[in-house]
């Protein structure tokens, strides 16, 4: 036979040994990660059932710690070994396989990702079965009823559908409902808006739930100002809800930055423990001010969007889901994306991610990012939308972009000392255009010109 020679389409098939599409190593990552951590589990009840997985001592296993989950006892190897009986624990694999699942995850803030995997492995299994038994049907009836088969094939098709989309939560909303909810904001904004700490920028580019905004600019411009002047915003000065997700900055940091901008003392001072009686008494003030409001501070490094996403699904069942989620910063979180990929696409898929987070929760996601190296190149400093360092995705997803500048960063005797520029480079819903407030570093904050503070 030659390159070129061919075989009947039969002898094909039957060369080929068929295999059910199935992912064994994610599969324990998933049982590994819910071994591991209680977040886990609550992260993969939502994206799997135990017949979503291939290898029935996987179903075992997640029917088992799914139910010590929903008793709220523990589920770690010791505990699922003690909730199984002795023919279970045989066909499991031992005590072994559950060590051997645990040291598979990587991470249990993994889970989602690899269940994903698991779930797509297990849609195609279904689509596999399906499609052999609309074969099956079609040469059963040949020479009968094709309406009849056709039928059947439809009604396989629905349920797969059907199937396939239960973990998905429908966000479909008939026409009435949404004119309904359209008018209802045009005539209470304040319903959906977000508070905003600048008037000018405000006024310029109002948000809303579901916004994703970024916050972008070089190092030490004034992002970390701007975002914890914005949690103070909301949470302080509004009495809304605020989780500020700082992967920079640990929280002792931030909480000085707090204190400060509220006490209106000097942060250097501050930091070096010389802060004057009358100063001591402006930050006990703000503290005994600020102290029972709804601002809570997450200093875990690289956080996976998965994480967030867990963590916000806590929140929210508790009834604690804040308006805004500040993240710092964007291009520190970790990448979910498939190993080896580059840095673009592992920047991407964050973008993404925090964009499905705000849309999902329906909150305001701001974040900040940071910009390539190319600005101090320029003569005139100003930063383009062009500057966001490694992701086309950033400008994408966002529903605003806020470009940082101050001349003064560049050029110390600049006549604009002392202000800084929100350059509005992309709004979705509005105008473009700069909004400047008086930036005051010693004291954490900014504010609107011309008031002193």
Known sequence: MTLFDTEPADAVAQSIERVSPQNIPAEQAVIGAMLLSKDAITEVVDILTAEDYYRGAHQLLHRTIVGLYQRGEPADPFTVQNALDANDLVRVGGVNYLFTCSNSAPTAASAGYYADIVKAQATLRAIVDTGTSLVQAGYASAGGDAEEVLDHAAGLLQKLTATSSTTAVSREKPLHEVLDNTMAMYFNPGDGSLPIPYADLAELAPVEKT??????????????????????????????????????????????????????????RFRARCLDDDEMHRVAMAIQRIHAKQLRIDDSPRVPVSRMKTRLRQMQAVGELPDLYVVDYLQIAKAEAEAGANRTTQVDSIAVGLKELAQEFEIVVVAAAQLNRQVSQRPDKV???????????????????????????????????????????????????????????????????????
């Open 211 to 268: 916004d994703l905004v970024v916050v972008a600019a070089s190092p030490g411009m004034g992002k970390t100002t701007v975002m914890t002047d914005w949690a103070r915003c909301v949470s302080i000065a509004n009495d809304g809800r605020t989780l500020v997700g700082s992967m920079e900055m640990p929280h002792t940091q931030i909480g000085q930055r707090i204190i400060c901008a509220e006490a209106k003392v000097n942060l250097k």
């Open 383 to 453: 930063p383009m939308m062009s500057d966001l360092r490694e992701s086309g995705g950033i400008e994408q997803n966002a529903n605003v972009v806020i470009l940082l500048h101050r001349e003064d960063y560049y050029e110390k005797t600049s006549p604009r000392a002392g202000e800084l520029d929100l350059i509005v480079a992309k709004n979705r819903m509005g105008t473009t255009g700069t909004a400047t407030v008086a930036f005051k570093g010693h004291l954490a904050h900014a504010c609107d010109l011309p008031h002193d503070s």
